[in-house]
């Protein structure tokens, strides 16, 4: 039983990174109808700047530690938040008009040019974040030996999640993407700039996805340029099981497809890891084809 | 008068191009990992061999012609590699460095095969790429059986009756790992976990907390470095001090850079030779030359078994004073005994295989350096 509980945690901390890349997905889908393909290389672009951010302003020495990683946060999604607005304005807005296709190739080159960019930037071999930023502190729940960051990281997913969540619901502009997302040309009408609405969804969905990227190299510690392909395939996979357009599914699709994968390594196989985790997609599709949470459409976005 | 200059300049480019590129050198292909997850590995084997062919061009060529290195890139990817053999292969190449993982070689070789092109990999140690009979196919790196049978004594040697085993499903790491099992079965050690993991990935706790489960004396993992250095890092955020050790595609310094240094302390691996550790006085001049070009030494044995490729390569061209496939491939086979490499004396089987032990064992020390165990 303990077992179960540590690849639970084990679990859990993999999928609030999974669910923070998501909501770039599927918000971007929402509004647009695209999938974003650059959006995981916006992930790996902001693990990037994380780490250089880190070690030529050398923050956490100057502040406290946490306040410096907070600092370090908020600069790093400001950053990217400019990265995709840029590639919204470059890759996407002129094709908004072409059919469907060309915007999703339009997303693969934006992909491609990302990573191969970052390789040739920052060069080929693995980088690696400075030891010791975090505290490497175990906390004991219940006699259960949880590493602090895997809680801080769930937690801080959690958090700017329903921060998100309630920034779609409650706010002016949240009303406005929301309505967009669900008829652009009525919206439109509405007095909506939906041109303004698109832009948002390109500050808020690659902010998500880097500072989840300094997320992952802040813990992991190591990252590279190809690291973006694996954590967007995964967080695409989650916003299709939780309904791709929807905020909360993307993120009961994450943390679930987290979940799954940790607890699919611990009593089935790990090397079909994968295939399990596909295969509950796959399950879960034929029953619900729009993904667990994907029925509400009048609250798409 | 504009049409008779573009009716001359076409003459000029049909004449001339191809005499131009055909007479004056001879081209060493280069086939190497210049982008993807082992991007490190590939650019260092170019600089190697750009290195190389810039010596034997200051000295004296080869047959009076200089050398070319024309390198092509195969992303660590099988799809990849098989189109830039495709390129590489009708751009008249006498023969092929490379190249690095065993799963990339193996969707090359026939390519090179059918175009009579010679193969020499630096770091496709998998067992199977040197028992399909292709003549043209050699490789101056071990082959895993070798450093199966070197794995099991080594942990017999340091006395461990209870193993994990965990691979990651490429052509090499698996083949590592089912030699390393039947020897161990053999010898009646107990495998107590065998499975595989997803390279790429971020998070390997999951996999470590099941090994854990199955409390082994020790863990075999037969993967590459970038994995080993998380699951290092990952096994000591979860303070579980089990002994690793790691096959040879562990070797490489960044291995301890994504661990940390407290992490990596005292993980074994088995592998050529470093660098550093190189005993020949070829490799020492190599090595000084390298560092004054580059400013640093080669991090990776690989980058310099490549070069010890193309030494062979080169020298066989001197010896049969030709290029031709056939002439070549029998010089290697047959006739080219401990020739001086870098990495210690040269010689080829049969088979394409390299003749002699290689292998050593390795333990990271408290402050990362890797060193040699008697």
């Not at chain 2, 976990?193 to 390279?199: C, G, K, Q």
């Not at chain 2, 940390?260 to 691996?269: L, M, S, V």
């Amino acid at each position: 039983m303990e077992e179960f509980f540590q690849q639970l945690t084990n679990g859990l901390a993999v999928g609030g990174i999974y669910a923070l890349i998501a909501l770039g997905y599927t918000m971007v889908y929402g509004v647009l109808k695209l999938i974003n393909f650059a959006h995981g290389d916006l992930f790996t672009i902001g693990s990037y700047l994380g780490l250089t951010l880190l070690t030529s302003l050398s923050l956490t020495d100057r502040l406290a530690p946490a306040a410096g990683v907070l600092v370090l946060a908020v600069m790093v999604m400001g950053l990217v938040a400019v990265v995709g607005a840029l590639l919204e304005r470059v890759a996407y807005r002129p094709l908004r008009q072409s059919p469907r296709l060309s915007a999703v190739v339009s997303a693969l080159g934006a992909s491609i040019f990302f990573s191969n960019a970052l390789m040739l930037i920052y060069g080929a071999r693995f980088q690696v974040y400075p030891q010791g930023i975090l505290p490497k502190v175990a906390v004991n729940i219940f006699g259960l030996y949880v590493p602090l960051v895997r809680i801080l990281i769930l937690a801080a997913s959690v958090v700017m999640m329903l921060a998100l969540y309630f920034f779609i619901q409650k706010t002016r502009i949240g009303t406005a993407i929301r309505a967009a997302a669900i008829d652009q040309d009525a919206a439109r009408l509405m007095g909506i700039d939906v041109d303004r609405v698109i832009l948002f969804v390109f500050l808020i969905g690659p902010a998500l996805g880097g500072v989840a990227g300094l997320m992952v190299g802040l813990h992991y510690g190591q990252i590279n340029f190809t690291m973006g392909w694996v954590y967007g395939l995964k967080a695409f996979t989650a916003a299709i099981l939780g309904g791709i357009g929807n905020i909360p599914g993307a993120m009961v699709g994450g943390i679930l497809l987290g979940v799954i994968e940790a607890l699919g390594a611990a009593y089935l196989s790990i090397a079909w890891k994968d295939a399990i985790a596909f295969g509950v997609l796959i399950i879960i599709l034929i029953v619900r084809p729009t993904g667990l949470l994907g029925e509400r459409v009048a609250e798409k976005v | 008068m504009k049409r008779v200059f573009i009716a001359l300049m076409a003459l000029c480019l049909l004449a001339g191009v191809p005499t131009l590129a055909a007479a004056d050198s001879v081209k060493i292909g280069l086939m190497g990992p210049m982008t993807g997850p082992w991007a490190s590995e590939g650019q260092e084997m170019k600089q190697v061999l750009d290195l190389l062919a810039e010596d034997l061009n200051a000295k004296r060529g080869l047959l009076g012609k200089t050398v070319e290195v024309v390198s092509e890139d195969d992303g660590g990817d099988p799809r990849t590699a098989a189109l830039a053999a495709q390129r590489l292969a009708t751009q008249g190449i006498v023969a092929v460095i490379g190249t690095y993982g065993s799963s990339v070689t193996e969707a090359t070789q026939n390519i090179y095969d059918e175009s009579k092109i010679i193969q020499i990999a630096n770091g496709s140690t998998a067992i199977r790429l040197t028992e399909k009979g292709l003549k043209y196919f050699f490789r101056t790196c071990p082959r895993d059986d070798e450093q199966g049978r070197v794995a099991v004594q080594t942990i017999q040697k340091l006395g461990f009756k209870k193993v994990a085993i965990l691979h990651d499903n490429t052509t090499y790491a698996k083949g590592l790992a089912d030699e390393a099992k039947g020897l161990l079965e053999k010898e009646g050690v107990e495998i107590v976990f065998y499975d595989a993991l997803t390279p790429g990935e971020r998070d390997y706790t999951a996999i470590l907390t099941k090994m854990k489960g199955a409390s082994p004396d020790v863990v075999f993992f037969t993967g590459y470095y970038p994995e080993a250095g998380l699951l290092l890092r990952q096994k000591k955020e979860m303070n579980w001090p089990v002994p690793f050790i790691g096959g040879d595609a562990t070797n490489n310094p960044d291995l301890v850079k994504i661990a940390g240094k407290d992490a990596a302390e005292g993980f074994y691996f088995l592998s050529a030779p470093l660098p550093k550790d190189l005993p020949t006085p070829e490799a020492k001049a190599f090595l000084a030359e390298f560092k004054k070009k580059y400013g640093n030494e080669p991090a990776s044995i690989y980058a310099v078994l490549a070069g010890d490729g193309f030494r062979v390569i080169s020298a066989a061209i001197e010896a049969v004073k030709s290029t031709d496939p056939d002439a070549l491939a029998d010089y290697l086979h047959n006739k080219m005994k401990d020739f001086p490499g870098l990495t210690g004396t040269l010689s080829f089987n049969e088979k394409g295989d390299r003749v002699g032990e290689v292998y050593r064992v390795y333990k990271v020390d408290a402050d990362g350096n890797f060193i040699l165990q008697p």
